[in-house]
C-alpha cells in the first residue's frame, strides 16, 4: 500500500517522468529501431537486420566524415575553453563591482538568431568580404584571400565564436565557488601566483572546465547548419550525411544507424573527458 507521501511523491514526479519518456525517450527509441531496419527509397522493410551499421562503420566516406567531425569538435572545444578560461577568470577574481552587467555583455550574443550568426562569419570570411576588402584597403594584400571561407578552419572559427558564451559561464561559477582564504593560505605559506593557480584554482575549477568541455563537444560534433553554409566540401561533418539521408537519400534506417554510432562515440569520449576531471579535478594540491 502506498502511503500518502509516497502517492504525493509520485504525483510530483509522474509528469516529469512522462514528459522525459514522451519527449526524450520516445524519439531515442524511435532512431534505435529505424536503425536496424532497411528502406529502398519508399519501400521500408521491418526486418530486423545489421546491414545498417556494417555500411557506417564499413564505408570510408562515413568514417572520414565522422573523424572530421570529431577533430573539428576537439579543436573548436579546446580553442573555446582554452580562450574561455581566462575571461573567466578575470571576471571572478579582478571585477569588483558590476559582475551583473559584464555576464549581461557575455549573453548579448545570444540576443541574435544562431543562424543569423553564422551568415555574419559568412560576409566576414567572404572573398569580398569585410576582411579580405579591410586587408586591401591597408595595401597588405592585392588579390583576396580564398582560404578564409568554405573549409575546416571557417567552421572551427565559427563555432568557437557561437560557443563562447557557453564555457565562459560554467568555468566561471566554478571559480566564484573557490574559497579565498585557501589562496590566502597559500600566498602566506609562500607559494607564488603560478603554483597557487596551478594547485589551487585549476584543480578547484575542473569541474567548470569539464561542463564547458561537454557542453561545447557534444553539440558541435552534430552540428550542421554551420558546416553547411561556411564549411564547403572540406568543413562538411558527419551530420550533414545523416540529413541527406533522412532527406534527398530517402533512406532513415542509415541515417538512424550514422546518427546512433555518432552518439556511442561522443559518449565514450564524453565519459572519458568526465571521468578525467573527476580524477584530477577538486582537489588541491
Do not use: C
Amino acid at each position: 500500500m502506498l502511503t500518502g507521501e509516497r502517492r504525493q511523491g509520485l504525483a510530483l514526479i509522474s509528469p516529469t517522468l512522462l514528459y522525459s519518456l514522451l519527449m526524450l525517450a520516445a524519439p531515442l527509441i524511435m532512431v534505435l529501431t529505424f536503425s536496424f531496419w532497411t528502406q529502398n527509397y519508399l519501400e521500408l522493410d521491418t526486418t530486423l537486420t545489421l546491414d545498417n551499421y556494417r555500411e557506417a562503420w564499413s564505408k570510408p566516406i562515413y568514417s572520414t566524415l565522422i573523424f572530421r567531425s570529431l577533430k573539428i569538435s576537439l579543436i573548436v572545444t579546446l580553442v573555446t575553453v582554452v580562450l574561455a578560461f581566462p575571461i573567466a577568470y578575470y571576471l571572478s577574481f579582478h571585477v569588483k563591482q558590476r559582475k551583473a552587467l559584464w555576464l549581461f555583455l557575455i549573453t548579448v550574443p545570444f540576443w541574435t538568431s544562431y543562424l543569423l550568426r553564422v551568415f555574419l562569419w559568412k560576409v566576414i570570411l567572404g572573398y569580398n568580404g569585410v576582411l579580405n576588402t579591410a586587408l586591401k584597403g591597408l595595401g597588405i594584400i592585392e588579390e583576396p584571400l580564398t582560404f578564409l571561407l568554405y573549409n575546416a578552419n571557417a567552421v572551427v572559427l565559427t563555432l568557437a565564436h557561437a560557443w563562447a558564451p557557453f564555457a565562459i559561464l560554467p568555468i566561471f561559477v566554478a571559480l566564484e565557488k573557490i574559497d579565498r582564504s585557501l589562496l590566502e593560505a597559500a600566498e602566506d605559506l609562500g607559494d607564488g601566483p603560478v603554483r597557487r593557480f596551478f594547485r589551487i584554482t585549476l584543480p578547484l575549477a575542473m569541474p567548470g572546465v569539464v561542463a564547458s568541455t561537454l557542453i561545447v563537444l557534444i553539440p558541435t560534433v552534430g552540428d550542421f547548419i554551420t558546416p553547411k553554409l561556411v564549411g564547403g566540401t572540406d568543413g562538411l561533418m558527419i551530420a550533414n550525411m545523416i540529413q541527406i539521408q533522412f532527406g534527398k537519400a530517402n533512406n532513415a534506417p542509415l541515417g538512424a544507424a550514422l546518427a546512433l554510432s555518432s552518439m556511442l562515440i561522443v559518449a565514450s569520449i564524453s565519459a572519458v573527458i568526465f571521468l578525467l576531471g573527476k580524477r584530477f579535478g577538486g582537489k588541491v594540491q
